[in-house]
């Protein structure tokens, strides 16, 4: 089974190139992030028609969240337990339970988003009291923090700055702590497998990123082959995240 994840940074946007994207690389499940549209404004019609079920939540501002299928989708949940904003959705896929989370930004560590973000995470840590690491879970996405200081192009840039803090860290590494795998992608460039780079000043270019999207696994799922897939964010009107595209076994 090839699963992937990609923050497409508004679907509507994107569409042409999340149509090629889905026809040449022909993933079996996938996580979007921050389609940035409600429930009728999804391309579902022409996702559908490439073969894809699909299930999305969203209210047209600065999320969305979608999971797309050819081996089955049933959907589980649409909502993370006490959080209004459609960044969640969970569907059973060809025996594969999958988790699209789209986190919070926290946008700077004095403004209540950065509590809102770390309640968030608490949330969905929560999640968990109820799964068997046993079972075939996967939890992918955009989660807005680096999981280290390699995780970033030059950690002295970000003094201050969210997606780096300790409490960030802690509350994506209690996601691992309870038996996910976080799943190491090959890099498209260089050494280290960043998945987001800004649109300014050549960051795409010089390789300035950063690895905030991630596909947690649970350690029954076997992983084949893994990569980022920067060539789709090459080219005209890209998203400013590339996607990960991991080949997996399930037991």
Not at 19 to 29: I, N
Not at 96 to 112: C, E, I, K, M
Not at 180 to 187: C, E, G, K, N, S
């Amino acid at each position: 089974m090839r699963i992937a994840t990609w923050n497409v940074n508004s679907v509507g946007a994107r569409l042409p190139r999340l149509l090629d994207w889905l026809q040449t690389r022909e993933p079996d499940v996938v996580a979007l992030q921050e389609t940035k549209t409600n429930e009728a404004g999804f391309p579902t019609a022409e996702v559908e028609a490439l073969g894809y079920q699909v299930m999305h939540v969203g209210d047209g501002r600065w999320n969305g969240v979608a999971v797309l299928s050819r081996v089955g989708l049933e959907p589980v949940s649409r909502q993370l337990p006490g959080m209004t904003e459609p960044r969640y959705a969970v569907a059973d896929c060809g025996g594969l339970r999958t988790v699209s989370v789209y986190v919070p930004n926290g946008r700077s560590v004095d403004d209540p988003h950065y509590a809102y973000k770390l309640d968030w995470f608490a949330e969905l840590r929560r999640t968990l009291d109820d799964q068997d690491p046993a079972q075939p879970l996967v939890i992918m996405g955009d989660f807005n923090v680096a999981r280290t200081d390699a995780d970033v192009w030059d950690i002295k840039k970000f003094d201050g700055s969210t997606h780096v803090t300790p409490p960030e860290r802690a509350a994506l590494e209690s996601l691992i702590d309870w038996g996910l795998v976080d799943v190491t992608a090959r890099p498209g460039k260089n050494d280290r497998p960043f998945t987001y780079w800004d649109y300014r000043a050549g960051m795409f270019h010089k390789d300035l990123g950063m690895r905030i999207d991630y596909v947690l696994l649970s350690p029954s799922v076997t992983v084949q082959d893994a990569y980022v897939d920067r060539e789709a964010r090459k080219g005209t009107g890209p998203s400013d995240h590339a996607p990960i595209v991991v080949d997996v076994t399930l037991p």
